[in-house]
């Protein structure tokens, strides 16, 4: 089955400067890296996700790129702000459309920013 | 307007009992799942379901089934709860025919004494 490496596991940052928190994939099947946030005691929130057929997607701040050959992917948060503290998870799963994939996530980082 | 919706919040039971969590969707979507959260934050897919398939972890034991009386509906039965159950368990849904986006619920938090 996929396997997920996710690294830091705890990342402080000075508020203002850029973050970036990496993923290792270990099946060549995967197609869907999705990132989540979650604050303490809420649910995972879907932030930016990417797909096989792309190799960088942005959104505001917010920016992931993916290298298929090296199967990793990579969160980039810029501009980091005091909200921006939380865990973030990496995941990866094979969309085929119509299946029922669940996602493999990585065990998680903890972004601290620092004022 | 909640999309994804679990009850309990809370759920606190001796060892030995059996419950369920109920999770209800209103996007329409197709698919549903549930993931286990640990002590160590880490998730961890337990099933995949749509009406197509039933995709269950290997890894989980057989004292918990998903239950799915419609496709708005999916709740995680548990039987003869263990301490090693204690977690957060959270519902998800995708449009499983059109995107893999998944959005999850608030999440029920389960103690077993």
């Known amino acids: 089955g996929e396997n997920v490496e996710q690294h830091p596991s705890t990342l402080s940052v000075q508020e203002g400067d850029s973050a970036v928190i990496k993923c290792t994939y270990s099946d060549s099947a995967s197609n869907y890296f999705p990132w989540y946030k979650q604050e303490l005691g809420k649910r995972p929130q879907l932030i930016i996700d990417i797909r096989s057929n792309v190799g960088e997607k942005k959104d505001q701040r917010i920016a992931v790129t993916l290298n298929k050959t090296a199967k990793h992917f990579s969160l980039h948060i810029t501009e980091t702000q005091p909200e921006d503290s939380a865990v973030y998870f990496c995941?990866?799963?094979?969309?085929?459309?119509?299946?029922?994939?669940?996602?493999?996530f990585g065990k998680g980082t903890h972004l601290i920013i620092q004022p | 307007d909640t999309a994804v919706s679990q009850t309990p919040k809370y759920l606190v039971t001796q060892m030995g009992n059996d419950k369920s969590i109920k999770c209800e969707q209103n996007?329409?979507?197709?698919?549903m799942y549930w993931y286990k959260q640990d002590s160590k934050k880490f998730l961890k897919i337990m099933f995949s379901y749509n009406n197509k398939e039933l995709i269950i972890n290997e890894t989980v034991p057989n004292r918990f089934s998903p239950k799915s009386p419609d496709k708005a509906h999916l709740n995680l039965h548990i039987n003869s709860l263990e301490l090693g159950d204690s977690a957060v368990y959270f519902c998800?849904?995708?449009?499983?025919?059109?995107?893999?986006?998944?959005?999850f619920g608030p999440g029920t938090r389960l103690t077993v004494l």
């Open positions: 998800a849904s995708s449009q499983g025919g059109t995107g893999p986006e998944q959005f």
């Open positions: 996007l329409g979507h197709d698919t």
């Open positions: 995941a990866a799963s094979t969309w085929v459309g119509g299946g029922a994939d669940g996602l493999t």
